[in-house]
């Protein structure tokens, strides 16, 4: 059973698009994450939730609104897609401090 | 600075040999120090946690933290052809009541047989 999963593998979208990438977690764990990972590799938070609750939101631009209906999806739904945007995202879920788990990625490629 | 120095690499070992990863960080507030691995096209996956100062050892990894330098280490013995990948050091603070995972920039291993 694959413990953090995300949908799409893969998302090729014209710029100024709306799109939505979805990740469920069946670890039982208290908080999700959403990471992006740069060209170069760096993987950056974007914003974290505890039980529902936006925990942390980084400098992220508005048009990223995270969306957590209970406590196994976090969804990241993004407007007016702008070529920057092209990245790697990460959903990942953790218990307290012991350790992340990550998902495979959303490969988002804007055109 | 940044909270958290990796060196990027590349780094390129024979099969067989001894990798030392590094990383450093500035953070006095990180409680917690990760090693993690990522493969091509795939998601980071945990490979040593700790959350002391000294080593922890599984397997052929030994994970190192010297808190008064602010300095931790990922020791690779007797590397493998599997081993090549990208290896990311992560640091963890409390903010907000949730906890904050910071990572360095990664260092790319390659393992040739």
């Known amino acids: 059973d694959t413990a953090v999963s995300q949908t799409p593998k893969y998302l090729v979208t014209q710029m100024g698009n709306d799109k939505s990438i979805k990740c469920e977690q069946n670890l039982g764990h208290d908080t999700m994450y959403w990471y992006k990972q740069d060209s170069k590799k760096f993987l950056k938070i974007m914003f974290s939730?505890?039980?529902?609750?936006?925990?942390i939101n980084e400098t992220v631009p508005n048009r990223f609104s995270p969306k957590s209906p209970d406590k196994a999806h976090l969804n990241l739904h993004i407007n007016s897609l702008e070529l920057g945007d092209s990245a790697v995202y990460f959903c990942?879920?953790?218990?307290?401090?012991?350790?992340?788990?990550f998902g495979s990625g959303t490969r988002l490629t804007v055109v | 600075q940044k909270e958290v120095e990796q060196d990027p690499g590349p780094l390129s070992v024979p099969e067989g040999a001894i990798v030392s990863l590094n990383c450093t960080y500035s953070?006095?507030?990180?409680?917690?120090f990760m090693w993690y691995r990522q493969y091509s096209r795939k998601g980071p996956e945990l490979l040593m946690y700790t959350y002391s100062s000294g080593n922890k050892e599984d397997g052929r990894f030994t994970a190192q933290v010297d808190k008064s330098s602010k300095y931790i280490s990922l020791f690779i013995r007797d590397s493998q052809p599997s081993d090549s990948a990208t290896y990311l050091c992560?640091?963890?603070?409390?903010?907000?009541?949730?906890?904050?995972?910071?990572f360095g920039k990664g260092t790319k291993l390659t393992v040739n047989p």
């Open positions: 990942a879920s953790s218990l307290r401090q012991y350790g992340y788990t």
């Open positions: 939730y505890n039980n529902k609750e936006l925990i």
């Open positions: 992560a640091m963890s603070a409390t903010q907000g009541g949730s906890e904050k995972l910071v």
């Open positions: 953070n006095s507030a990180f409680q917690y």
